[in-house]
């Protein structure tokens, strides 16, 4: 009976092992060797099967199918769309004075509202509108966004070169010589914001232009009242001098005053003349000691000695005479003229300056007002895959006839 009973043990011990299921020796290779249970699974044998049969039929091209595949799901799914808005403007003069130049003459030649447009399409893309417009609205943030795909935003370390490139690379001006209409077109990833944006844009461009004609004004202005100024200061230094030279003098007008002079003067020698007649005449028939001769004689010498008495007044060599003084006064008197006419001068030149200044102030006369995107324009996510589609065909023929070429020096 023991022996029996060791021998029952001994089968009990030594029993079959349970038979598994496919899916429990499945699920215990995945648990032993990961690896190898991808290797041996039917889906990675199947795929690397199509693979190696795709690569046999196709060849090297099969990297251009799976560069186009890897394309196409970036700009169908992964791709941030990107929204335009669009304003449109002319930049106008109040009035121009400049005549079109006809024939020959034409060719190179530009109106002042061309001229201006061109400037200010340079302004558009310049780096201070870049930096304007991140001061103002955190531009530089927006493109940095990580909502937006990796490849098309701006990257975090970016420099200010790179921020400025990334500017220009997604706006557009264009100016119609025709139509003298200036197209502005900046994109933003969401349509509130490029709206905004173009609307600030505009507003800062306004800025500029209206900055521009009025510094042009200010400096003619300002060199005007600068003449004015002088001339004025001029003319009340030798009013000064023409008041002063009066006191010390003591004269109003020297000139007026030899005009009395030489008339009074004249008086004397007129009645002097008419006194030597009557004495001549007295002389005829009365003695020498008559006394009417004897007072006609006196009365002569007075008005010779009250004649040589004012032509002293007139002309005095060792002392300032009234010649003198008429001759300075007159100088100062010019002098005084002149800066008066200067003054007058300057003050219709500015009159005339503030007019012209005020026809060359410009203005942007906004053509189409900046409106809220409905459409995503960019990417244009057709056009973009076939022209890569185009592009990586283009570098797989070359490729492929660089290889053949070298091979054929080889041989």
Do not use: C
């Amino acid at each position: 009976m023991p022996n029996n009973q060791v021998t029952s043990s001994l089968k009990e011990n030594h029993s079959p092992p349970a038979i598994l299921s496919s899916t429990q020796r499945k699920l215990r290779k995945l648990r032993r060797d990961p690896k190898l249970f991808l290797a041996d699974s039917k889906a990675y044998i199947t795929t690397r099967k199509t693979l190696y049969q795709t690569w046999a039929k196709l060849g090297s091209f099969a990297l251009v199918i799976i560069a186009s595949i890897a394309v196409i799901i970036y700009f169908s799914i992964i791709a941030s769309p990107r929204y335009v808005s669009q304003t449109q403007f002319i930049v106008k003069q109040s009035s121009s004075n400049e005549l079109p130049l006809l024939g020959l003459a034409s060719l190179g030649s530009s109106s002042p509202n061309m001229r201006d447009a061109l400037i200010l399409q340079e302004y558009i893309h310049s780096a201070e509108m870049a930096l304007a417009l991140n001061e103002k609205l955190a531009l530089k943030s927006h493109y940095q966004n990580t909502q937006w795909d990796k490849v098309s935003r701006l990257n975090q370390s970016s420099t200010q070169e790179d921020f400025i490139q990334y500017y220009q690379e997604h706006l557009s001006v264009h100016y119609d010589d025709l139509s003298e209409i200036l197209t502005v077109e900046i994109q933003g990833y969401t349509p509130e914001y490029a709206l905004k944006l173009t609307q600030t844009l505009l507003a800062i461009s306004e800025q500029f232009i209206n900055r521009l004609g009025e510094k042009m004004a200010t400096q003619q202005m300002q060199y005007a009242e600068e003449e004015v100024t002088r001339a004025y200061k001029q003319l009340k230094a030798e009013q000064m001098k023409l008041i002063k030279f009066q006191d010390t003098a003591k004269l109003f007008n020297p000139e007026q005053q030899s005009s009395a002079l030489l008339n009074a003067m004249n008086q004397l020698a007129s009645q002097i003349m008419t006194q030597q007649a009557e004495l001549k005449s007295l002389s005829a028939y009365m003695r020498s000691d008559a006394s009417e001769i004897v007072a006609k004689k006196y009365q002569i010498e007075a008005l010779e000695k009250q004649l040589e008495q004012e032509k002293q007044k007139l002309i005095q060599p060792d002392q300032p005479s009234l010649n003198k003084v008429s001759l300075t006064f007159k100088e100062i008197e010019l002098n005084t003229q002149l800066a008066t006419d200067l003054y007058q001068s300057a003050l219709a030149s500015l009159e005339k300056t503030r007019s012209e200044a005020f026809k060359k102030l410009k203005h942007l006369l906004v053509v189409e007002q900046p409106r809220i995107a409905q459409d995503n324009l960019y990417p244009k996510r057709l056009y973009n895959i076939i022209t890569w589609f185009v592009v990586l065909i283009l570098i797989y023929l070359i490729g492929k006839l660089i290889i053949a070429i070298v091979k054929e020096h080889r041989e």
